[in-house]
Structures are given as structure tokens and as C-alpha cells.
């Protein structure tokens, strides 16, 4: 299993019918390939994690890598993975406007076991609170 986290900027403000239509995909593309993770929307930026076997992990990444509802994505991390952190989502969701993407993000990232895992999501929602 692999772990790949990155970051992207989407080309418009994210409103429902995007973010509606990226999850439904995700989240039927993820169940199917055995892929778990977290996706953070913090005004136009994106973070996620995504997490199980190398070979399906990597086409889901060259899938989204290729979407050009978003650009300027940066990988921050691609390694090798013993445990999920996100065991429990096909693809965890949260966006900072009704509360506070702090707070939100804090209660998510609670039981993740990786410090750096854990700091990367906590700092993303620090500096991409506010919509922008
Ligand atoms: C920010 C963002 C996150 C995405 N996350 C996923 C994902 O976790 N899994 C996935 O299959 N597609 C994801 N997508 C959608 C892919 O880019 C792509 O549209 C989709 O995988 C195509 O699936 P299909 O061939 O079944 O239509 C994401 C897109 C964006 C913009």
C-alpha cells in the first residue's frame, strides 16, 4: 500500500455542484478500488490524502492529476503505507465555511497516528480558513 498527499488550487471558487459531483465520483471510484483518504477545501485550494494499493492509488492520482477543474498541483508526499489513517472513508470530507476549518480539521485528524500527516492537514486549515 501507498499514501499520496497533495495540494491544488481549483480554476473557480468550489460551490456545491462541484464539490457534489468531485465526491460522488471519488467516493464510488474509491469504494470500487479499495482507496480511503481525507479531502480538505479551504477557499480555492485542495488538500487530500489518498491511501491504499500502489497501482490503483497512482491511476486515481493520474485521473485527478489530469482534471482541469483544478491546476497546480504539488505532490507533498508519496510513500510507502503499513496502517490507513483514514480507514473508515472512501473519501472524508470537509469545507471551512459553516465552522470553523480549524476546529473541523482538528476533530478529523484526531486519531492519526502521523504527526507530519497530522500537522500538514492542521496547518493547511490554519492558512485556508477563510474563503478566498
Ligand atoms: C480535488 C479533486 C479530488 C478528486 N479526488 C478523487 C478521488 O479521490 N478519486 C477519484 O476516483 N477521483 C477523484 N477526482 C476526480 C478525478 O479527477 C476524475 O474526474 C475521476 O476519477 C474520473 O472518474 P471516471 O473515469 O470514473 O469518470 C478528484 C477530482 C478533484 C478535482
Known amino acids: 500500500m501507498e499514501q499520496i498527499v497533495y495540494v491544488s488550487t481549483s480554476r473557480s471558487l468550489p460551490d456545491e455542484r462541484l464539490l457534489d459531483g468531485i465526491l460522488a465520483v471519488s467516493r464510488r471510484n474509491n469504494a470500487r478500488d479499495g482507496l480511503t483518504g481525507l479531502l480538505v477545501v ?9 491511501e491504499g494499493p500502489c497501482d490503483l492509488c497512482d491511476a486515481a492520482y493520474a485521473r485527478i492529476r ?9 505532490q507533498l508526499s508519496r510513500r510507502p503505507l503499513i496502517e490507513r489513517s483514514f480507514a473508515g472513508w ?7 465555511y459553516a465552522n470553523p476549518l480549524v476546529s473541523v480539521v482538528e476533530q478529523l485528524t484526531d486519531r492519526v497516528a502521523d504527526p ?11 492558512l485556508h480558513s477563510q474563503p478566498a
Open 42 to 50: 479551504g477557499g480555492r485550494r485542495f488538500l487530500q490524502v489518498l
Open 66 to 74: 489530469a482534471d482541469e477543474r483544478h491546476f497546480a498541483l504539488v
Open 90 to 96: 472512501h473519501m472524508g470530507f470537509e469545507q471551512g
Open 116 to 126: 507530519y500527516l497530522q500537522a500538514q492537514f492542521r496547518s493547511f486549515a490554519e
